[in-house]
């Protein structure tokens, strides 16, 4: 075997093994049930996985070339934490909410993590969302439950305030009488 065809099978078991790699970072980034996606320097998405076109409701592959600002329901929100990616490399989980392609609102944590070149230059940033609507429910449904509980915490107490107040009264009145009765049997 020459040099020449050395060298080549050795660059065509490069290329099969990039390519395995490849492939298998692709199954991965489909497999992934936490929403994600790719953005540019631009904010324009270059790529997104099944589980945030589902959460978003968007057809396969209908994110990619979109703005992704144009998924937040406050725009100045997003642009601000772009903004702190590219400052502090990432942000974990901030809540805010976003739009779905059919204009409902949803409550997430966001993350963003930003990447870079060989160089240091940010080249794009990665964008995961944590739905926590059913999570804002619950909050919600406790707190009602606590403030519920709270007020009957509240009249219980003033009852037990009230009760006091007659038993102590009761107990001054008696103290009154028994001295009361002392003094008359000492008058006698």
């Known amino acids: 075997m020459t040099r020449n065809d050395l060298q080549k099978n050795l660059n065509q078991q490069l290329v099969q093994t990039l390519e395995d790699l490849e492939n298998y970072i692709k199954d991965l980034w489909q497999f992934l049930p936490l929403p994600i996606c790719y953005v540019n320097p631009y904010q324009n998405i270059l790529d997104a996985n099944s589980?945030?076109?589902?959460?978003?409701?968007?057809?396969?592959?209908?994110?990619?070339?979109?703005?992704?600002?144009?998924?937040?329901?406050?725009?100045?929100?997003?642009?601000?934490?772009?903004?702190?990616?590219?400052?502090?490399k990432i942000v974990i989980n901030e809540e805010c909410e976003v739009l779905t392609k059919n204009n409902e609102k949803r409550t997430v944590n966001i993350s963003g993590s930003s990447r870079e070149n060989g160089d240091g230059h940010i080249i794009g940033y990665y964008l995961a969302l944590s739905d926590i609507e059913e999570l804002k429910r619950l909050q919600e449904e406790l707190e009602e439950k606590i403030e519920e509980r709270t007020k009957e915490l509240q009249k219980r107490i003033e009852e037990l305030e009230k009760f006091q107040k007659v038993a102590v009264g009761r107990e001054l009145k008696m103290v009154e009488l028994k001295k009361e009765i002392s003094h008359l049997k000492k008058t006698k």
């Open 51 to 88: 589980a945030i076109e589902k959460f978003l409701k968007v057809e396969p592959l209908g994110m990619v070339g979109e703005r992704i600002d144009k998924f937040f329901v406050d725009k100045n929100y997003y642009q601000k934490f772009y903004e702190r990616i590219l400052k502090e």
